[in-house]
Nanobody, 114 residues
Framework: VQLQASGGGLVQAGRSLRLRCVASVSTFGNRALGWYRQAPGKQRELVAIFRSDGSARYGDSVKGRFTISRDNGKNEVYLQMYSLKSEDTAVYYC?????????WGRGTQVTVSS
């Protein structure tokens, strides 16, 4: 399984950015599918994921600002980020749990300048 994330970059605080992850397998019916992030010196944390029932779960720090979506026909999952803050600076990783194994993409860097 390969997960290829893209869309990261340097953006000013308050602006928006959209991340995209392309999976080499179907994005339908997985136990979990979504995004985590890791800032320098910090542990990896949940950003947003789809659970097996299709519902979305968000990390507390991004609720109301980020939106996860997906296109199962394209095997893609997206993360729309609004009102970005400097504390959103991190490497963002695409994640998939197919019920047997966990898979991680290589990550895409998001840097928010204040």
């Amino acid at each position: 399984v390969q997960l290829q994330a893209s869309g990261g970059g340097l953006v000013q605080a308050g602006r928006s950015l959209r991340l995209r992850c392309v999976a080499s397998v179907s994005t339908f019916g997985n136990r979990a599918l979504g995004w985590y992030r890791q800032a320098p010196g910090k542990q990896r944390e949940l950003v947003a994921i789809f659970r097996s029932d299709g519902s979305a779960r968000y990390g507390d720090s991004v609720k109301g600002r980020f939106t996860i979506s997906r296109d199962n026909g394209k095997n893609e999952v997206y993360l729309q980020m609004y009102s970005l803050k400097s504390e959103d600076t991190a490497v963002y990783y695409c994640y998939l749990d197919d019920g047997l194994n966990d898979y991680w993409g290589r990550g895409t860097q998001v840097t928010v300048s204040s």
